[in-house]
Nanobody, 127 residues
Framework: QVQLVESGGGSVQAGGSLRLSCVVS?????????MGWFRQAPGKEREGVAV???????TYADSVKGRFTISQDNGRTTLYLQMNSLKPEDTAMYYC????????????????????WGRGTQVTVSS
């Protein structure tokens, strides 16, 4: 059974950095599939942050462009999110997700495309 387990969250001051990891098991990152990071702040809807396709194509939310970087290890068993220049508005629960179907075109930020989800890791940024 597919499992996604996030780690690396924590509390940092504004301007700091964190790197989130998502260990993936029993999942084949085959052609057309996508994986990514989503977040949900208290009282807000979950939103896409950064996603990556099997071909390495990436899509970022405008709010994190230039600050966050999504990547994978060579074995495609771990997904990362490097977060720099963190802001208080980045405070949220961060989730790792993966599609079950292939997706045509750039990897989407819309959560409805994603079938498998981790339980999340909390990121808190203080001012």
């Amino acid at each position: 059974q597919v499992q996604l387990v996030e780690s690396g969250g924590g509390s940092v001051q504004a301007g700091g950095s964190l790197r989130l990891s998502c260990v993936v098991s029993e999942y084949t990152f085959s052609r057309g599939r996508c994986m990514g990071w989503f977040r949900q702040a208290p009282g807000k809807e979950r939103e896409g942050v950064a996603v990556i396709g099997s071909d390495g194509t990436t899509t970022y939310a405008d709010s994190v462009k230039g600050r966050f970087t999504i990547s994978q290890d060579n074995g495609r068993t771990t997904l990362y999110l490097q977060m720099n220049s963190l802001k208080p508005e980045d405070t949220a629960m961060y989730y790792c997700a993966a599609t079950i179907n292939s997706v045509a075109g750039p990897p989407p930020l819309e959560e409805g495309w994603y079938y498998y989800w981790g339980r999340g890791t909390q990121v808190t940024v203080s001012s």
